[in-house]
C-alpha cells in the first residue's frame, strides 16, 4: 500500500511567518510534487523534483521554495506567508518515466491570518 | 503552451442518467492523459489512463486527437460516482503533470 503522508492535516499561521509542509513517502518513487488546489482553478503546479537536490518550478512558483535533502522527503516552504496562500496544498509522487500513476497525500488545510 | 480545459466546474444528473465529463488538451506531441477522482473526505486517486484503454467502474474515456479531447462517460450514473472528477495530462517535455480545472460531479436519487 502506498504511503504518502502530509505532517499536517491543517495548519494556521499569521501572515509573514515562514511556513513549512512536509511530505514523506515510504515508496522510493523518484517524482515528488507539490500542488495547490482551489476550488474553479484546480490543482496547480508548484514545484517538482525527480532526484534528490534536484527542483524545478511549477506553474505557480512565486511565494514558495522547496527543498528535497532525501528522496523520500520534499518540503515546500512559504519564505512570507500571505493570505493569498490560504489554500489546500497536495504532494504526489510517481515513479520516473512519462505517464506513471501519481499518489496524492491526504492534503495540507493552511490558512493564513 | 500545454493546458487542459475541463469547462463545467458542476454536472448534476439523476442516478441512471448518462454522463459526460469533457476535457480539453492543448499539447504538442502525443499526450499522455488520465482521469483522477476526489471522493469526499478521500485522497486523490487515478480513475483510469487512456493508454490502458479500459473500463474503471464503468467508466470510459477515449482519447480525440482530432477534438484534443479526453471526455469521461458512463452510460448509467450511480450516487455513489459523486466525486470531484479532474483530467490531467502528462507533459513529456517538462516531466510535470498538469491537471484541468476539476468539475464536480452529483449524482442525484
Known amino acids: 500500500d502506498v504511503k504518502v503522508t502530509q505532517s499536517s492535516r491543517y495548519l494556521v499561521k499569521r501572515t509573514g511567518e515562514k511556513v513549512f509542509l512536509e511530505c514523506v513517502q515510504d515508496?522510493?518513487?523518484?517524482?515528488m510534487f507539490w500542488y495547490r488546489q482551489d476550488p474553479g482553478l484546480g490543482l496547480r503546479l508548484i514545484y517538482f523534483?525527480?532526484?534528490?537536490?534536484?527542483?524545478e518550478k511549477g506553474d505557480i512558483p512565486e511565494g514558495y521554495s522547496v527543498s528535497r535533502e532525501k528522496k523520500e522527503r520534499f518540503s515546500l516552504i512559504l519564505e512570507s506567508a500571505s493570505t493569498n496562500q490560504t489554500s489546500m496544498y497536495l504532494c504526489?509522487?510517481?515513479?520516473?518515466?512519462?505517464?506513471?500513476?501519481?499518489?496524492f497525500g491526504q492534503g495540507t488545510r493552511l490558512t493564513v491570518v | 503552451a500545454q493546458r487542459v480545459t475541463q469547462p463545467e466546474k458542476l454536472l448534476s444528473v439523476f442516478k441512471g442518467a448518462p454522463v459526460e465529463l469533457k476535457c480539453n488538451y492543448s499539447?504538442?506531441?502525443?499526450?499522455?492523459l488520465f482521469w483522477y477522482v476526489q471522493y469526499s473526505r478521500q485522497r486523490l486517486q487515478l480513475l483510469l489512463r487512456?493508454?490502458s484503454r479500459e473500463s474503471i467502474k464503468g467508466f470510459t474515456a477515449d482519447l480525440n486527437k482530432g477534438e484534443t479531447s479526453f471526455h469521461l462517460k458512463k452510460p448509467f450514473a450511480q450516487e455513489e460516482d459523486s466525486a470531484m472528477y479532474y483530467c490531467?495530462?502528462?507533459?513529456?517535455?517538462?516531466?510535470?503533470?498538469?491537471f484541468g480545472q476539476g468539475t464536480e460531479l452529483s449524482v442525484k436519487p
Open positions: 504526489a509522487i510517481s515513479k520516473a518515466g512519462a505517464g506513471t500513476e501519481a499518489f
Open positions: 515508496m522510493d518513487h523518484e517524482n
Open positions: 523534483s525527480y532526484d534528490v537536490k534536484m527542483k
Open positions: 499539447y504538442s506531441g502525443s499526450p499522455e
Open positions: 487512456h493508454i
Open positions: 490531467a495530462l502528462w507533459n513529456n517535455q517538462g516531466g510535470k503533470l498538469i
